[in-house]
């Protein structure tokens, strides 16, 4: 319903870009969509997603310049998932309550790893929050569904220059273009220096754009501990760049 919604469209989009057929590219929607389901709580329809995302592909078709040098899809992948994230941004379906567990849990973090000097494991983090192993991972599953640390809303564009959701680097002041990218290096960091599964997952979600289901099966685990380990992995990177996000 969402789809046929966005394709309604269709006829303005055409006069735009008439070499574009957007029909064609309503897959591309449904999976990035679907790949993107892992950031909003159980209540959210994969639809709500769809019909965001379909803004993302109309407004990719009436603004792509092939002179920019990207092919259409990688556009319409960037700006499809820009207008998710700005749903994600609009609605923030999390309450209070899990932005508070969230930042409580990433200040356990800082503490447990200052002591130990190493990375904190999930039975330190919860012994330092003074829960249970299974009121931890609740508060982990829970902090799935918010804002806590978004790839896609930390570098909203692929940095081609091409008009996106947020600004290119061409329109970014000197000092702004310098802080985006010595965040991104720090990112680049604090990634390496993760445990190893968590930097697994990260990068079969994000760079192979498997969903939890196919890497559960690569790493041996159910769908949901796939998730909080994606989760606990945010909370870790949150609070080693805890001096990148003092205005949260």
Sequence with gaps: MAAVDGLAMYDETQRAAPAINVEDYANLVKRIAHHMMMRMPASVQVDDLIQAGMVGLLEA????????????????????RGSIVDEMRRGDWAPRSVHRNAR???EAISVVEARIGRDASDQQVADELGVDMNEYHAIINDSTSSRLF???????????GMDSHTPSMA?????????????KQSLAQAITQLPERERLVLA????EELNLKEIGQIIGVSESRVSQIHSQAALRLRARLQDWRSGD
Aim: net charge negative; charged share 30%.
């Design 171 to 183: 329109f970014l002041t000197p000092l702004e273009g310098f802080q985006r990218e010595s965040l």
């Design 204 to 207: 079969l979600y994000y760079d």
């Design 104 to 106: 409580r849990v990433s």
């Design 61 to 80: 078709a009436q603004k792509y310049d092939a002179s920019r040098g990207a092919s259409f899809e990688t556009y319409a992948g960037i700006r499809i």
């Design 150 to 160: 978004s790839f896609e809303e930390t570098f909203g564009d692929d940095d081609s």
